[in-house]
């Protein structure tokens, strides 16, 4: 089947099938998976014009709903740290939008790019991996307890639902909420500063920020995994749906380069990704969040390492 935006012919089971796979994993650290769809779309599609970070962005924009929803459904969502993620990473990821479209329409150059932003998500990843396993406080942490409680109601085969976040307070310095016995406190305006930076990164990647920000929030702000995934995964949403539209509003400007998403693909990208997280959200609560950030760390390495290698070597 040929799409004519991305100029490619692809077998139209294979982008759902691809996107299941990616979004199963990731979305259960709050990631979409666009961050590993990009590289797969540049490097094994060869759609590499500014359209490609547009059409990742649709993905997202057909795809996380699933993953929100179980995220919500069970009481994982903290909304006011989604509030802050989305006004923070809103105005710059229309900024990335025009430096993408400006000053990255090269391949090559926005490969490179791409190959920091993959090798930076991957070191705080694995920092956080190490720090974990050499931590002997001797008091099991709130995703061990998590853990915990998961195989206690597996094995009484009691139904009902697990205990939910409890947000304690939210102002203009700091969000609070409980989650299994343990406070979480955060500064708000150092989010709100982290996600803007992020939303212009997101931006001219086309990934709507949630690759980045939840690493920070698990390795920076020492939030557990299970109570971020939720927020990051809407915050990328809402980014992602501002990002199409400002793609959209682009593309006339630059007539000679296909800058506008390719809608078809996109939806065929979004509809294995929408089964993929909400899969990926489903089981989430029974996986070890250090086997979930060994996954995406690995995956990470591999695709920066080789735009870094093919940038070098080119």
Request: with cysteine; net charge positive.
């Amino acid at each position: 089947m040929y799409f004519p935006v991305a100029g490619i012919d692809v077998n139209p089971l294979i982008p759902p099938a691809i996107a299941f796979g990616i979004s199963f994993f990731t979305s259960m650290s709050g990631v979409s998976g666009a961050f590993m769809l990009l590289p797969f779309q540049m490097s094994v599609l060869g759609f590499t014009s500014p359209s490609v970070s547009a059409t990742n962005q649709l993905f997202n924009i057909v795809a996380i709903p699933g993953g929100v929803y179980r995220y919500i459904r069970e009481g994982r969502m903290v909304w006011p740290l989604t509030w802050v993620v989305i006004a923070g990473t809103l105005p710059g990821v229309l900024v990335g939008a025009v430096i993408r479209v400006k000053y990255l329409p090269d391949p090559a150059k926005f490969k490179l790019f791409a190959a920091f932003v993959l090798a930076y998500i991957g070191f705080r990843l694995v920092r956080d991996i190490m720090e974990g396993k050499k931590e002997s406080t001797g008091k099991p942490s709130a995703e061990e307890r998590f853990q915990k409680l998961v195989k206690e109601f597996n094995r009484a085969n009691k139904k009902g639902e697990l205990p939910r976040i409890r947000v304690r307070h939210f102002t203009l310095t700091s969000i609070s909420y409980d989650f299994y016995g343990e406070n979480y406190t955060v500064n708000t305006l150092a989010i709100s500063a982290l996600s803007l930076i992020v939303g212009v990164v997101g931006g001219v990647y086309g990934i709507g920020g949630g690759a980045i920000i939840a690493p920070f929030f698990v390795s920076f702000f020492r939030l557990p995994v299970y109570t971020v995934a939720g927020a990051a995964l809407m915050g990328t949403f809402v980014t992602s749906v501002a990002g199409v539209a400002f793609y959209q509003a682009l593309a006339p400007f630059y007539p000679d380069m296909a800058v506008a998403p390719d809608w078809l693909l996109g939806f065929l990208f979004g509809i294995g990704g929408t089964l993929g997280m909400y899969c990926g959200a489903r089981v989430q609560k029974r996986m070890p969040a250090r086997a979930i950030k060994i996954i995406l760390a690995v995956c990470i390495f591999f695709v920066a390492c080789k735009y870094a290698w093919a940038f070098l070597g080119g």
